[in-house]
């Protein structure tokens, strides 16, 4: 079956060090974006990608960075610079142009900083 | 630019009571409105949209919601809840925008309790 794959589903991180989750999609979907979910905040747009070697900031971009390599891998790295990194991070993807399709959601990871 | 509020962060109900989940937007141009449902630690699931055509919308779980564009509201009913609907519920509009971006809604907490 088809889907959007996220690991680890747990990761700890110590202060100081960066840590790359993996978002992997096998839709065949062009459009892919990174979420952060925060208790009582929603979804907060990181980074998003329309097509392979592209990708613009969302509304939270600062402190983390993203690759678009291939169309089904759109990793993301938090690096150190990012102050509050622990949260719940949700990759999607849609089909680009496609407004009545929605997102599909992986299941996410828990990242804490330890 | 569009937004979406969903005034009420936490909703508490008694198994089999009728519910509703509010969902406004503020956008009066066409839009694609969307709920999705999450639950503990997994990611988002598309629980039902409206695109055109019908103003009542249903899900296979027993959900509906209705597009009321003079109030530009998307609420979201269940006549009879179980314990198993607990979970966190969210708006989304389409951006208006030339991509397919989602605004999403900061959530409500749907707690049944028995």
């Known amino acids: 079956d088809g889907g959007i794959t996220q690991s680890p589903k747990y990761l700890f991180r110590k202060e100081g060090q960066n840590v790359t989750l993996s978002c992997e999609q096998n839709?065949?979907?062009?459009?892919m974006y990174w979420y952060r979910q925060d208790p009582g905040q929603g979804l907060r747009l990181i980074y998003y990608?329309?097509?392979?070697?592209?990708?613009q900031k969302g509304d939270i971009a600062e402190g983390y960075s993203v690759s678009r390599e291939k169309k089904e891998s759109f990793p993301l790295t938090v690096t150190s610079a990012q102050k509050n990194p622990t949260a719940f991070y949700l990759c999607?993807?849609?089909?680009?142009?496609?407004?009545?399709?929605?997102?599909?959601f992986g299941s996410g990871t828990r990242l804490t900083v330890v | 630019a569009q937004s979406v509020t969903q005034l009420d962060s936490q909703v508490p109900v008694f198994e089999e009571a009728p519910v509703e989940l509010r969902c406004n937007y503020s956008?009066?141009?066409?839009?694609?409105l969307f709920w999705y449902v999450q639950y503990p630690n997994q990611g988002l699931q598309l629980l039902l949209k409206?695109?055109?055509?019908?103003?009542l919308v249903e899900s296979i779980n027993g959900f509906e919601a209705e597009f009321n564009k003079s109030q530009t509201s998307f609420h979201l009913r269940k006549p009879s809840v179980h314990i198993s609907d607990t979970a966190e519920y969210f708006c989304?509009?389409?951006?208006?925008?030339?991509?397919?971006?989602?605004?999403f809604g900061t959530g409500t907490l749907l707690a049944v309790q028995p």
């Open positions: 989304a509009v389409t951006d208006g925008g030339a991509t397919n971006k989602l605004i």
């Open positions: 990608s329309q097509i392979v070697n592209d990708f």
């Open positions: 956008s009066s141009v066409s839009v694609y």
């Open positions: 409206y695109l055109s055509g019908s103003t």
């Open positions: 839709l065949n979907h062009d459009a």
């Open positions: 999607a993807s849609s089909i680009q142009g496609n407004r009545n399709y929605g997102y599909t």
